[in-house]
């Protein structure tokens, strides 16, 4: 499999916006937000951001936002539907990227739709703890993961 992640840049964000899996289409339009205008805010106000590159296409983004000074931030997640064919290639990055991340912020968080249930046992897998508390109006659970 040819698959390689690098710094995320602009040109990635159209590429990634079209494929976007449903789910993670979703979760960008309850932002109010067209997918790709909501991935290139993302990106704007990320202190760190990957692109997954399989076979030589984008398929993914994430990051974190908020300085690279901060103890705190909230990460993010796009997918396309060809990454998450490979769904093994996929968890075993969000465990490395999560290591890396803990090492300078000592807490993540992040948002997530209620109805989407994949998310969700995606961030329990990862460590996140996932509260019961909805946030209005988009109906989101907040997920969050400290340093140890």
Not at 32 to 52: C, D, E, H, K
Not at 54 to 67: A, K, S
Not at 116 to 139: I, K, S
């Amino acid at each position: 499999m040819n698959y390689t992640v690098v710094p995320a840049l602009p040109v990635h964000v159209g590429p990634v916006a079209a494929a976007l899996a449903a789910a993670d289409r979703n979760a960008l339009e309850a932002t109010g937000l067209p997918p790709r205008r909501g991935l290139r805010l993302l990106l704007g106000v990320s202190s760190y951001a990957r692109t997954a590159i399989l076979h030589g296409r984008p398929v993914g983004m994430w990051g974190i936002t908020g300085t690279a000074m901060s103890t705190e931030g909230e990460v993010w997640l796009a997918l396309g539907e060809a990454a998450r064919a490979v769904p093994f290639t996929v968890a075993r990055e969000a465990i490395r990227e999560v290591g890396r991340l803990l090492v300078v912020k000592r807490e993540i968080r992040s948002s997530l739709l209620c109805r989407d249930a994949r998310a969700l046992r995606f961030a329990r897998f990862l460590g996140f703890e996932v509260t019961e508390r909805r946030v209005q109006p988009t109906e989101h659970f907040m997920a969050v993961l400290r340093a140890p």
